[in-house]
T-cell receptor, first 114, second 114 residues
Framework: EAQVTQNPRYLITVTGKKLTVTCSQNMNHEYMSWYRQDPGLGLRQIYYSMNVEVTDKGDVPEGYKVSRKEKRNFPLILESPSPNQTSLYFC?????????????FGPGTRLTVL | DAKTTQPTSMDCAEGRAANLPCNHSTISGNEYVYWYRQIHSQGPQYIIHGLKNNETNEMASLIITEDRKSSTLILPHATLRDTAVYYCIVRPKNYGGSQGNLIFGKGTKLSVKP
């Protein structure tokens, strides 16, 4: 089954404790991205990756890092989480270069930073 | 900023057609209209997209006005499982880099009632 998976689905942590949210897709997609969703603000893009070893900032990259060492994986790293990073996070992937491209989203990770 | 305007909420009776409007008066010639939906706290789900012609798939129909300044998503026979927030998004044709960012506005909360 074609899918995007994220882990963990729920995480409660404390300020300053480094964490990683994993994202994996099995569709051989080149393009992957991370979004956060907050009430009243919709989805906002954090980082995206056009392909292996190619990443770039989205609209709200501060406080986050990403890496793309393999095509299927695109982890989101919070080096020193803060309470304002409490949010619902979605990973998405799509093949690139096609007009009919659509993004497939993971199930979401609900992060709480105390 | 989202380039679309949608009603905040709508109700629809089960089994009836749900017609969800969207205004995108500043859409440019190279931008597609995409529709996604999000069932509470799940990842957004792609529904349909179009450029200027009407489109239909197994989920829905998309009617785009001749001047492309507005569109309507039609769910022909709404079910209770169609209760979700529906997002209308305009997106550049040349998908790449940050142009691939899906800018989600606040969407329309559709409630399908028995």
């Amino acid at each position: 089954e074609a899918q995007v998976t994220q882990n963990p689905r729920y995480l409660i942590t404390v300020t300053g404790k480094k964490l990683t949210v994993t994202c994996s897709q099995n569709m051989n997609h080149e393009y992957m991205s991370w979004y956060r969703q907050d009430p009243g603000l919709g989805l906002r893009q954090i980082y995206y990756s056009m392909n292996v070893e190619v990443t770039d900032k989205g609209d709200v990259p501060e406080g986050y890092k990403v890496s793309r060492k393999e095509k299927r994986n695109f982890p989101l790293i919070l080096e020193s989480p803060s309470p304002n990073q409490t949010s619902l996070y979605f990973c998405a992937s799509s093949s690139s270069g096609r007009i009919s491209d659509t993004q497939y989203f993971g199930p979401g990770t609900r992060l709480t930073v105390l | 900023d989202a380039k679309t305007t949608q009603p905040t909420s709508m109700d629809c009776a089960e089994g009836r057609a749900a017609n969800l409007p969207c205004n995108h008066s500043t859409i440019s010639g190279n931008e597609y209209v995409y529709w996604y939906r999000q069932i509470h706290s799940q990842g957004p789900q792609y529904i349909i997209h179009g450029l200027k012609n009407n489109e239909t798939n197994e989920m829905a129909s998309l009617i785009i006005t001749e001047d492309r300044k507005s569109s309507t998503l039609i769910l022909p026979h709404a079910t209770l499982r169609d209760t979700a927030v529906y997002y209308c998004i305009v997106r550049p044709k040349n998908y790449g880099g940050s142009q691939g960012n899906l800018i989600f506005g606040k969407g329309t909360k559709l409630s399908v009632k028995p």
